[in-house]
């Protein structure tokens, strides 16, 4: 017995789900272990007092949680396109802990959004030392300038003649911000403080559509039990 139309759906909206965090698992991964192995970046983790650093603590994130979706995607894959139900069933399991994890961190962001406000400053200076002492690393200067750029800010102080990282920096939009910009830990403090809402609501959307995932892998799975249940009526009415 093949698959109704709810179970149909369910399927390629299971495999257009992997596929997006499969992409969203690729870059995490890739870009975690390219800042945890990188000639510029790698000696950070070697220093003990160091270890507990936004920085490090970013990155670590960024390699387990790439892992993880990778791990979800290996599964969602294999179960939903050949209708495995053991595969389906880690699935499952994998996307329940995710949804879970998504909404506790985003209520939890929200709630602690000073003390997660000052990590992100501090991850940001992180970045800003470590420009200064790789001699200018064109990975590390791409991130900076992402970051000015986004938020308009200029390095520690905002003032151009003191400021190692001016190549990073926006175009000043007056005479004034020749001489002196926003200085970029406050406005990162205030940005966090208030898009906290924004990111919380984040957290929770993703929290939503993977709620949505589970209950088609759900629904996959009831279809996938009706049919092995039928094939083995079948043969037992025949034999």
């Known amino acids: 017995m093949a698959l109704d139309g709810c179970g149909h759906f369910c399927k390629y909206a299971l495999i257009i789900f992997n596929i997006i965090f499969a992409v969203l698992g690729v870059a995490l991964l890739g870009l975690g272990m390219w800042l945890r192995f990188s000639y510029s970046t790698r000696a950070i983790f070697q220093i003990a007092e ?9 990155v670590t994130i960024m390699i387990v949680l790439g892992s993880v979706l990778l791990i979800v995607v290996m599964f969602g894959d ?17 996307v329940s802990f995710l949804a879970v994890a998504e909404v506790a961190f985003g209520v939890l962001g929200y709630a602690n959004r000073d003390a997660v406000g000052g990590k992100m400053v501090e991850f940001y200076s992180s970045m800003y030392t470590l420009y200064l002492t790789s001699g200018g690393d064109p990975f590390i200067a791409a991130t900076l300038s992402l ?11 905002g003032f151009a003649p003191a400021e190692w990282v001016q190549k990073t920096c926006p175009s000043p939009d007056g005479f004034l911000e020749h001489i002196k910009m926003p200085g970029c830990p406050a406005i990162i403090a205030s940005f966090y403080d208030s898009k906290a809402q924004l990111v919380m609501g984040i957290f929770l959307g993703t ?19 009706r049919n092995q249940q039928a094939i083995t009526a079948h043969y037992t009415t025949v034999y």
């Open 50 to 58: 160091l270890n507990s650093s936004a920085f490090v603590t970013a």
């Open 78 to 94: 294999y179960g939903t396109c050949n209708e495995k139900r053991g595969a389906l069933q880690v699935f499952t399991v994998l």
């Open 147 to 157: 970051i000015h750029n986004m938020l308009h800010c200029c390095g520690l102080t």
């Open 207 to 225: 929290g939503a559509l993977l709620i949505m995932a589970l209950i088609c892998a759900i629904i996959l799975l009831k279809q996938t039990k």
